[in-house]
């Protein structure tokens, strides 16, 4: 069953890079009036926030220090500079290859025994990886619904 959830997680996280590669660099900046965020930052937010749960919240690391744009995109935050096209790109690579080497330290037995956490927004108590994992896909597909919701504010640009 966990590979089903490797490939739903992978599957969707395609979907998001279609719907971001099929608008303009300033489409994915734009926050559109009455949202305080952006489709890009909804989209580099999936990418930290999966690595964070899976890896700093189950206590395998200590920090976020090593998740590549964790400030920018982390919980409680917000749109603070125009995204690039090369932050783009590498966005969308580490979408797929972040989620590739989570499946690939889950495999050699990493998460075997995690440190359960509360997630802070629901509170629900997370006790295995799989369940992390679960929480994950909807997490990604919230957020890709705000992106297409955020896409109607933004065809105009």
């Not at 739903?8 to 279609?18: C, G, L, T, V």
């Not at 989620?99 to 509360?118: H, L, R, V, W």
Request: proline content about 2%.
């Amino acid at each position: 069953m966990i590979n089903e959830v490797f490939d739903f997680i992978i599957n969707s996280r395609k979907a998001f890079i279609q719907l971001v590669d099929g608008l303009s660099i300033e489409q994915l900046n734009k926050i559109p009036d009455g949202y305080s965020n952006n489709i890009i930052w909804n989209f580099g937010h999936i990418v930290v926030s999966t690595q964070t749960l899976c890896y700093v919240r189950t206590g395998i690391l200590a920090d976020a220090s090593s998740i590549k744009f964790n400030e920018f995109y982390k919980k409680d935050t917000r749109p603070t500079y125009t995204v690039t096209a090369e932050e783009v790109a590498e966005l969308k690579a580490l979408a797929l290859d972040s989620i590739e080497k989570i499946k690939e330290d889950y495999a050699n037995g990493m998460f075997a025994n995690i440190t359960p956490f509360s997630t802070s927004t629901y509170g629900v108590e997370m006790k295995s990886i799989e369940e992390v994992l679960v929480t994950t896909i909807g997490h990604d597909n919230v957020h890709y619904g705000y992106a297409w919701a955020l896409k109607k504010g933004v065809e105009k640009v």
